[in-house]
């Protein structure tokens, strides 16, 4: 049975920076991508960066609204996806879920999400 538990939300001042993480565990033998998709109130799930593996070579994506303050980057050897996000600001802020796709499963598992608040 696979896992992923998120860490590193809270409450976080405008213009501040967060670190999310978040760690696979269980039966893998292939991870073929990890991500972070975000769910504020009153609003549908969204992508907010995923990195795929190419072997040696991981390659990110990321949503215009985030990616020129954003990093997704990733441990392989750890199973572990982080996502930077700095210049927070209010309109961040959302439970913040992560995706992964392991083993070729057809459908990809989630985590339990983290709530990220951004206020003064």
């Known amino acids: 049975q696979v896992q992923l538990v998120e860490s590193g939300g809270g409450l976080v001042q405008p213009g501040g920076s967060l670190r999310l993480s978040c760690a696979a565990s269980?039966?893998?033998?292939?991870?073929?991508?990890m991500g972070w998709y975000r769910q504020a109130p009153g609003k549908q799930r969204e992508l907010v960066a995923t990195?795929?593996?190419?072997?040696?070579?991981?390659?990110?994506t990321y949503a215009d609204s985030v990616w020129a303050r954003s990093t997704i980057s990733r441990d392989n050897a750890k199973n572990t996806v982080y996502l930077q996000i700095d210049i927070l600001r209010p309109e961040d802020t959302a439970v913040y879920y992560c995706?992964?796709?392991?083993?070729?499963?057809?459908?990809?598992?989630w985590g339990q999400g983290t709530q990220v608040t951004v206020s003064s």
């Open positions: 995706n992964s796709r392991i083993n070729w499963r057809p459908n990809a598992y």
């Open positions: 269980g039966s893998i033998f292939s991870i073929e991508a």
């Open positions: 990195i795929t593996s190419g072997g040696v070579l991981n390659y990110p």
